[in-house]
C-alpha cells in the first residue's frame, strides 16, 4: 500500500492528543485516604474493573478514529504489485519478459499476457507521480527510461517479438544499472515463469543475488508471474530441411497443448516463392511429426517460403520459415582397408536409387591428405585419426560435419577426442552379444518420425569393442556395456560403434540397423551446407556480418521495421537469404514452480503476485481512502456508545419514583 499525499501522514501524530489529555487529567487530582469513604470505595471495588475497561476501549476509540482520519487524509492506494509495505519508490525498474511465449492468451481470453503485464503496471505507476521508470526487455536488455507511464504499451521496447528471455542476464543488467542510480529503487520482474527463460539450473543466479545484495541500498524486488491456464494453441516447427534435386523435403513438427485424446484437423498452409497451397493433417496425438516434400520450380535455384496454421492461443508459434539454395550433391568418403565391412558401408551410404548420393573409398594406408569441403559424414572403418588427420577431423566436426566410427579390426591403443577402443572381446560359443536398449527420442537410433521403431533388438554380434571415454551413451548391449556413444563438437558430431558391419563381427550389415544409421549420419551431416540458409533468434548466425545490410522479404503477420531484428521471418543480408525461426525452447511450456522461485530468489525479500486476469480492464491498483473514512466513523460511533450513561437498577424496580411523577401519601 502506498500514499498519494505522504506528507499528510503526520497527522497521524494527532492520534496521540487523546491519551495526552488523559494523562494529564490523571495529574489533576491527588488521591487522599479518608476514613469514612472506605466502605463505599469497598461497596464499589467489584465494578471498578468493568468501568476501567470501558474508559480503555473508549480511550482507543478515539485514538484510532483520529489515526483513520489521518490515514483517509494521505490517500492510500493498495496495489496488488506494491502489496501493504510499499511506499512510494524513487525509480522502478521494469525487467519485462516479452519472449515468444508471453503472446499467449489466458482461457477464456483475447489478450496477450504481455499486454496484461504492461496494463497491471502502467495501473500501478499512474498512482506513483514523480516515480522515474527505466525498462529492461527480454530482446535489447539495454536500460531504457520511459518518459510517462502512458506510452509503456505503445512503444517498441515493449511490442512482441518471437525470441527467447534470459532472466538472470536481465537481472544482472538491472544490477548493474542500479549501482549508479542512487535512491528508493524497486525492480518489477514482468513474466510467465517459463523454466527454459529462467533457466533454474543455470549457476549465474548466485551471482545475480549477490550483486543486488551488494547494491548500496538493495532493491525491493517484485514478481508480477502472468500465471493460468492458457487458451489451446497449436505451434508449428520445422526440425529440418534438406534440398535433394528438384525437391525440398521439410521435417515437421506440430504440437498441441489442450487435450488431444480425440483427433484433430489442422489446417496446413505451405507458401513457396509466393505460392500458397493448403492441405490438412490430422493430429492424433500431443506431439506429430511427417516430413513434407516439395517440389521446386524449375530454374529456381535459390528460393524461401514458410508453413503456417490458423490463428490461436499464441500468434507467434503459428508460422516456421525456411529458404534454399542451388541443388548439390551429397558425398561421403569411407575411411576403411577393403573387405565385407567396406562394401556393406558403400551400399549403405549410397545405395541405388539415390542418384544425388556418392561414396569414395580411401584405404587408410594410402591417406595422406583429406579433402572435406564438399564432405557430408566420414564413415571411419580404420584405427583412430592422429597428428594432421585428426586435425582435420577435428576442423570438419567444427565446421557441421559428422563422423561415424567403427571399431577397428586391428588391435589399437590411439584415442580421439577422449575416446579409445577397448581390446576386441569375443562371446561364449554359440551365444551373442546383443543389443538391448537404445535412446528411442535421440541419436542415430532413433524412432522414425511416425513413431516407428528400429529393430535393433535383431542385432546380435560375436566380436565386439567397447568405446571407453567421456561421451554420451546412446545404446547398450544386454550386459549394459555400451555399443554407441556420441561426443558432440561445436556444431558436428561424432558417433562411436562397437561393432563392424562383418558377418565374422555382427550382422551390422543387415539393412534392418545399418541403413538407417548411415542415411541419418549423411543426412544431418549434408544438413551443414543448408545451415548458410538458417538461423535462430538470438544467435550470431541470425544477425549481419560486417557491411550488410537488413531487409525483411516475407508478408507474413504484421511485421514492425523497428522490431525486425527480434522477429521471425525471411530477411536478407546482402546477397544472403537467410529464414529465421523462432527458438526450440519457447515450445516448451513448462513453468517453474513456486519453491524454485523462492531458491533463486532468496535472501531477496521478493514479494510474488500470481495475476491470472484474463483482461487489461481489471485494475490491481484501487483507493482504500473510503475504507479508512467508514473506520473512523465506526470507532467515533463505538466511542459515542460507550459514552452514554448506563440506567442505574433503582430505575428498574416497581415502585420507584421517575422524575415529574407524585409521591404516594
Same mark, same amino acid.
Given at each position: 500500500?502506498?500514499? %498519494?499525499?505522504?506528507?499528510?501522514?503526520?497527522?497521524?501524530?494527532?492520534?496521540?492528543?487523546?491519551?495526552?489529555?488523559? $494523562?494529564?487529567?490523571?495529574?489533576?487530582?491527588?488521591?487522599?485516604?479518608?476514613?469514612?469513604?472506605?466502605?463505599? %470505595?469497598?461497596?464499589?471495588?467489584?465494578?471498578?474493573?468493568?468501568?476501567?475497561?470501558?474508559?480503555? $476501549?473508549?480511550?482507543?476509540?478515539?485514538?484510532?478514529?483520529?489515526?483513520?482520519?489521518?490515514?483517509?487524509?494521505?490517500?492510500?492506494?493498495?496495489?496488488?504489485?506494491?502489496?501493504?509495505?510499499?511506499?512510494?519508490?524513487?525509480?522502478?525498474?521494469?525487467?519485462?519478459?516479452?519472449?515468444?511465449?508471453?503472446?499467449?492468451?489466458?482461457?477464456?481470453?483475447?489478450?496477450?499476457?504481455?499486454?496484461?503485464?504492461?496494463?497491471?503496471?502502467?495501473?500501478?505507476?499512474?498512482? *506513483?507521480?514523480?516515480?522515474?521508470?527505466?525498462?529492461?526487455?527480454?530482446?535489447?536488455?539495454?536500460?531504457?527510461?520511459?518518459?510517462? !507511464?502512458?506510452?509503456?504499451? #505503445?512503444?517498441?521496447?515493449?511490442?512482441?517479438?518471437?525470441?527467447?528471455?534470459?532472466?538472470?542476464?536481465?537481472?544482472?543488467?538491472?544490477?548493474?544499472? *542500479?549501482?549508479?542510480?542512487?535512491?528508493?529503487?524497486?525492480?518489477?520482474?514482468?513474466?510467465?515463469?517459463?523454466?527454459?527463460?529462467?533457466?533454474?539450473?543455470?549457476?549465474?543466479?548466485?551471482?545475480?543475488?549477490?550483486?543486488?545484495?551488494?547494491?548500496?541500498?538493495?532493491?525491493?524486488?517484485?514478481?508480477?508471474?502472468?500465471?493460468?491456464?492458457?487458451?489451446?494453441?497449436?505451434?508449428?516447427?520445422?526440425?529440418?530441411?534438406? +534440398?535433394?534435386?528438384?525437391?525440398?523435403?521439410?521435417?515437421?513438427?506440430?504440437?498441441?497443448?489442450?487435450?488431444?485424446?480425440?483427433?484433430?484437423?489442422?489446417? $496446413?498452409?505451405?507458401?513457396?516463392?509466393?505460392?500458397?497451397?493448403?492441405?490438412?493433417?490430422?493430429?492424433?496425438?500431443?506431439?506429430? +511429426?511427417?516430413?513434407?516434400?516439395?517440389?521446386?520450380?524449375?530454374?529456381?535455384?535459390?528460393?524461401?517460403?514458410?508453413?503456417?496454421?490458423?490463428?490461436?492461443?499464441?500468434?507467434?508459434?503459428?508460422? /516456421?520459415?525456411?529458404?534454399?539454395?542451388?541443388?548439390? !550433391?551429397?558425398?561421403?568418403?569411407?575411411?576403411?582397408?577393403?573387405?565385407?565391412?567396406?562394401?556393406?558401408?558403400?551400399?549403405?551410404?549410397?545405395?541405388?536409387?539415390?542418384?544425388?548420393?556418392?561414396?569414395? =573409398?580411401?584405404? !587408410?594406408?594410402?591417406?595422406?591428405?583429406?579433402?572435406?569441403?564438399?564432405?557430408?559424414?566420414?564413415?571411419?572403418?580404420?584405427?583412430?585419426?592422429?597428428?594432421?588427420?585428426?586435425?582435420?577431423?577435428?576442423?570438419?566436426?567444427? &565446421?557441421?560435419?559428422?563422423?561415424?566410427?567403427?571399431?577397428?579390426?586391428?588391435?589399437?591403443?590411439?584415442?580421439?577426442?577422449?575416446?579409445?577402443?577397448?581390446?576386441?572381446?569375443?562371446?561364449?560359443?554359440?551365444?551373442?552379444?546383443?543389443?538391448?536398449?537404445?535412446?528411442?527420442?535421440?541419436?542415430?537410433?532413433?524412432?522414425?518420425? &511416425?513413431?516407428?521403431?528400429?529393430?535393433? &533388438?535383431?542385432?546380435?554380434?560375436?566380436?565386439?569393442?567397447?568405446?571407453?571415454?567421456?561421451?554420451?551413451? %546412446?545404446?547398450?548391449? &544386454?550386459?549394459?556395456?555400451?555399443? *554407441?556413444? =556420441?561426443?558432440?563438437?561445436?556444431?558436428?558430431?561424432?558417433?562411436?560403434?562397437?561393432? $563392424?558391419?562383418?558377418?565374422?563381427?555382427?550382422?551390422?550389415?543387415?539393412?534392418?540397423?545399418?541403413?538407417?544409421?548411415?542415411? #541419418?549420419?549423411?543426412?544431418?551431416?549434408?544438413?551443414?551446407?543448408?545451415?548458410?540458409?538458417?538461423?535462430?533468434?538470438?544467435?550470431?548466425?541470425?544477425?549481419?556480418?560486417?557491411?550488410?545490410?537488413?531487409? +525483411?522479404?516475407?508478408?507474413?503477420?504484421?511485421?514492425?521495421?523497428?522490431?525486425?531484428?527480434?522477429?521471425?521471418?525471411?530477411?536478407?543480408?546482402?546477397?544472403?537469404?537467410? /529464414?529465421?525461426?523462432? !527458438?526450440?525452447?519457447?515450445?516448451?511450456?513448462?513453468?517453474?514452480? #513456486?519453491?524454485?522461485?523462492?531458491?533463486?530468489?532468496?535472501?531477496?525479500?521478493?514479494?510474488?503476485?500470481?495475476? #491470472?486476469?484474463?483482461?487489461?480492464?481489471?485494475?490491481?491498483?484501487?483507493?482504500?481512502?473510503?475504507?479508512?473514512?467508514?473506520?473512523?466513523?465506526?470507532?467515533?460511533?463505538?466511542?459515542?456508545?460507550?459514552?452514554?450513561?448506563?440506567?442505574?437498577?433503582?430505575?428498574? *424496580?416497581?415502585?420507584?419514583?421517575?422524575?415529574?411523577?407524585?409521591?404516594?401519601?
Amino acid at each position: 500500500m502506498s500514499f %498519494l499525499q505522504p506528507l499528510l501522514l503526520w497527522g497521524l501524530i494527532a492520534a496521540s492528543i487523546p491519551i495526552i489529555i488523559h $494523562l494529564l487529567n490523571r495529574r489533576r487530582h491527588k488521591t487522599v485516604m479518608w476514613a469514612a469513604m472506605q466502605f463505599l %470505595l469497598k461497596a464499589t471495588r467489584e465494578s471498578r474493573g468493568k468501568k476501567k475497561l470501558r474508559h480503555i $476501549l473508549i480511550l482507543t476509540c478515539r485514538t484510532l478514529g483520529i489515526a483513520a482520519l489521518a490515514a483517509a487524509a494521505a490517500r492510500p492506494v493498495l496495489s496488488g504489485i506494491m502489496g501493504w509495505g510499499g511506499g512510494k519508490p524513487d525509480v522502478v525498474v521494469l525487467v519485462l519478459d516479452r519472449s515468444a511465449s508471453m503472446e499467449a492468451t489466458p482461457k477464456s481470453g483475447t489478450v496477450p499476457r504481455r499486454e496484461l503485464a504492461l496494463q497491471r503496471v502502467r495501473d500501478v505507476l499512474a498512482d *506513483l507521480d514523480g516515480t522515474r521508470l527505466v525498462l529492461i526487455d527480454s530482446a535489447s536488455e539495454t536500460p531504457q527510461d520511459v518518459p510517462t !507511464p502512458d506510452v509503456l504499451d #505503445r512503444i517498441s521496447s515493449t511490442s512482441p517479438t518471437d525470441t527467447a528471455a534470459d532472466l538472470p542476464s536481465m537481472l544482472s543488467r538491472a544490477a548493474e544499472f *542500479l549501482t549508479e542510480t542512487p535512491g528508493r529503487a524497486e525492480v518489477w520482474i514482468a513474466s510467465d515463469l517459463q523454466a527454459s527463460n529462467w533457466e533454474p539450473q543455470n549457476e549465474r543466479w548466485t551471482s545475480v543475488r549477490a550483486a543486488l545484495a551488494s547494491l548500496p541500498q538493495p532493491p525491493k524486488l517484485r514478481v508480477l508471474s502472468m500465471g493460468g491456464d492458457s487458451s489451446p494453441n497449436q505451434s508449428v516447427r520445422i526440425l529440418s530441411s534438406r +534440398r535433394a534435386g528438384a525437391q525440398l523435403s521439410l521435417d515437421i513438427e506440430i504440437v498441441r497443448s489442450d487435450d488431444a485424446s480425440a483427433p484433430m484437423n489442422l489446417p $496446413l498452409t505451405v507458401t513457396l516463392n509466393g505460392v500458397r497451397s493448403t492441405s490438412n493433417v490430422t493430429l492424433a496425438g500431443q506431439n506429430f +511429426r511427417f516430413r513434407k516434400t516439395l517440389p521446386i520450380p524449375p530454374k529456381e535455384e535459390s528460393g524461401y517460403g514458410w508453413l503456417s496454421i490458423p490463428g490461436d492461443g499464441n500468434l507467434r508459434d503459428n508460422a /516456421a520459415f525456411f529458404a534454399y539454395g542451388p541443388s548439390r !550433391p551429397v558425398k561421403s568418403i569411407l575411411v576403411a582397408p577393403p573387405g565385407e565391412a567396406a562394401n556393406y558401408l558403400a551400399i549403405a551410404a549410397a545405395p541405388n536409387g539415390h542418384a544425388a548420393q556418392s561414396v569414395e =573409398r580411401i584405404d !587408410p594406408a594410402q591417406l595422406s591428405r583429406l579433402e572435406t569441403a564438399d564432405v557430408a559424414t566420414i564413415f571411419w572403418a580404420a584405427p583412430l585419426p592422429t597428428g594432421t588427420t585428426a586435425e582435420t577431423i577435428n576442423r570438419f566436426l567444427i &565446421d557441421g560435419g559428422e563422423v561415424v566410427f567403427f571399431a577397428p579390426q586391428g588391435e589399437s591403443n590411439l584415442e580421439f577426442l577422449g575416446v579409445r577402443w577397448s581390446a576386441i572381446s569375443t562371446s561364449e560359443k554359440d551365444k551373442f552379444f546383443i543389443l538391448d536398449s537404445w535412446d528411442h527420442d535421440d541419436g542415430l537410433l532413433r524412432d522414425g518420425l &511416425d513413431s516407428t521403431p528400429i529393430p535393433a &533388438d535383431r542385432m546380435k554380434a560375436l566380436k565386439r569393442r567397447i568405446p571407453e571415454g567421456e561421451a554420451a551413451i %546412446l545404446a547398450r548391449w &544386454d550386459d549394459g556395456k555400451p555399443f *554407441l556413444v =556420441r561426443r558432440v563438437v561445436e556444431r558436428g558430431t561424432a558417433w562411436f560403434a562397437g561393432s $563392424l558391419p562383418d558377418y565374422t563381427w555382427s550382422n551390422l550389415g543387415d539393412a534392418d540397423v545399418l541403413l538407417p544409421v548411415t542415411q #541419418r549420419a549423411i543426412a544431418e551431416g549434408a544438413e551443414r551446407f543448408d545451415a548458410g540458409y538458417l538461423a535462430t533468434l538470438g544467435t550470431r548466425a541470425a544477425m549481419p556480418r560486417p557491411g550488410e545490410t537488413r531487409a +525483411r522479404l516475407d508478408d507474413y503477420g504484421a511485421p514492425v521495421p523497428s522490431n525486425e531484428s527480434f522477429e521471425a521471418g525471411i530477411h536478407r543480408f546482402g546477397d544472403r537469404i537467410l /529464414a529465421i525461426n523462432r !527458438p526450440a525452447r519457447e515450445d516448451d511450456l513448462a513453468i517453474i514452480p #513456486r519453491n524454485t522461485l523462492n531458491d533463486l530468489l532468496k535472501e531477496t525479500g521478493f514479494t510474488f503476485l500470481d495475476d #491470472r486476469g484474463t483482461s487489461s480492464k481489471e485494475n490491481v491498483s484501487q483507493d482504500v481512502w473510503r475504507g479508512f473514512l467508514a473506520a473512523m466513523l465506526f470507532f467515533l460511533i463505538s466511542e459515542a456508545l460507550l459514552c452514554l450513561p448506563r440506567r442505574s437498577a433503582a430505575d428498574h *424496580l416497581p415502585g420507584s419514583n421517575r422524575p415529574g411523577q407524585p409521591k404516594k401519601a
